[in-house]
């Protein structure tokens, strides 16, 4: 039986690191890297997370094309 561990850091600390280490990407290559980290991450959830932060503004999200969003951390 697999042991679930608690992580150390929240979702959006670590979406923020992310950004900070790589610069701006596209919404999917966010979230594929985030999921390495968090398996049980849905993409539902990774908007969520996405719309708190752009409202608490540390990051932009611009359309790029259809059904792609670039993500920026804001400084």
Same mark, same amino acid.
Do not use: C
């Given at each position: 039986?697999?042991? &679930?561990?608690?992580?150390?850091?929240?979702?959006?600390?670590?979406?923020?690191?992310?950004?900070?280490? &790589?610069?701006?990407?596209?919404?999917?290559?966010?979230?594929?890297? !985030?999921?390495?980290?968090? &398996?049980?991450?849905? /993409?539902?959830? /990774?908007?969520?997370? !996405?719309?708190?932060?752009?409202?608490?503004?540390?990051?932009?999200?611009?359309?790029?094309?259809?059904?792609?969003?670039?993500?920026? !951390?804001?400084?």
């Amino acid at each position: 039986m697999p042991i &679930k561990t608690w992580k150390t850091h929240p979702t959006n600390y670590v979406l923020l690191e992310i950004l900070k280490k &790589k610069g701006a990407m596209t919404d999917t290559e966010l979230f594929e890297e !985030l999921n390495e980290e968090f &398996k049980d991450l849905g /993409f539902k959830d /990774f908007n969520e997370q !996405l719309m708190r932060l752009e409202i608490g503004g540390k990051i932009r999200t611009t359309s790029l094309a259809r059904g792609k969003r670039r993500v920026e !951390l804001l400084t």
